[in-house]
T-cell receptor, first 115, second 112 residues
Framework: GNSVTQMEGPVTLSEEAFLTINCTYT??????LFWYVQYPGEGLQLLLK?????DKGSNKGFEATYRKETTSFHLEKGSVQVSDSAVYFC??????????????FGQGTTLQVKP | SQTIHQWPATLVQPVGSPLSLECTVE??????LYWYRQAAGRGLQLLFY??????ISSEVPQNLSASRPQDRQFILSSKKLLLSDSGFYLC???????????FGPGTRLTVL
């Protein structure tokens, strides 16, 4: 069935370091892919999305490219800030029959950025 | 853009007591609605989803139920809470062209 796998956390970086959070997926059809961010005590916020192969989603300095050949959607940021400390979730839209609208989430990756 | 409201923000309830969590959506019509639970330090578990008024699908067998009495209202309930019902409950709505979901601020439930 469809699934999303994220790298294990926590990821601890110093401010201004380069960030990569790996995400790979298994899916039938052509799902859309998403990254969500959850700050402590809050709900999830949509960070970026990509809806077809080779699309690059970007927002707030974060980027991710939809790679169908490697079934990956890795999240990157060139220079992280302390305020980026949060839990990041990778997700895909489940387009199998009868599941329209449902998302499948990875287990989340905690990012801690130290000053 | 749509806005999702949840209340209460926090709740402490004794084991065996009833539960009612409410979610309302603004800025969209006829959305699909979702209830998730997030245990401490863990990922999201989809509990229920609804594609319309009175239409509820349950994803996992549990002590909880859901109802959708109006197009933009989604309620999560229990007749008797268990300790294992503790967690962070999130309501979500999707109305985007690519199934992106938008989340409410969540309700933190502690069952003692």
């Amino acid at each position: 069935g469809n699934s999303v796998t994220q790298m294990e956390g926590p990821v601890t970086l110093s401010e201004e370091a380069f960030l990569t959070i790996n995400c790979t997926y298994t899916a039938t059809g052509y799902p859309s892919l998403f990254w969500y961010v959850q700050y402590p005590g809050e709900g999830l916020q949509l960070l970026l999305k990509a809806t077809k192969a080779d699309d690059k989603g970007s927002n707030k300095g974060f980027e991710a490219t939809y790679r169908k050949e490697t079934t990956s959607f890795h999240l990157e940021k060139g220079s992280v800030q302390v305020s980026d400390s949060a839990v990041y979730f990778c997700a895909l839209s489940d387009q199998r029959s009868g599941n329209t609208g449902k998302l499948i989430f990875g287990q989340g990756t905690t990012l801690q950025v130290k000053p | 853009s749509q806005t999702i409201h949840q209340w209460p923000a926090t709740l402490v309830q004794p084991v065996g007591s009833p539960l009612s969590l409410e979610c309302t959506v603004e800025g969209t019509s006829n959305p699909n609605l979702y209830w998730y639970r997030q245990a401490a330090g863990r990922g999201l578990q989809l509990l229920f989803y609804s594609v319309g008024i009175g239409q509820i699908s349950s994803e996992v067998p549990q002590n909880l139920s859901a109802s959708r009495p109006q197009d933009r209202q989604f309620i999560l309930s229990s007749k008797k809470l268990l300790l294992s019902d503790s967690g962070f409950y999130l309501c979500a709505s999707d109305a985007g062209a690519y199934n992106e979901q938008f989340f409410g601020p969540g309700t933190r439930l502690t069952v003692l």
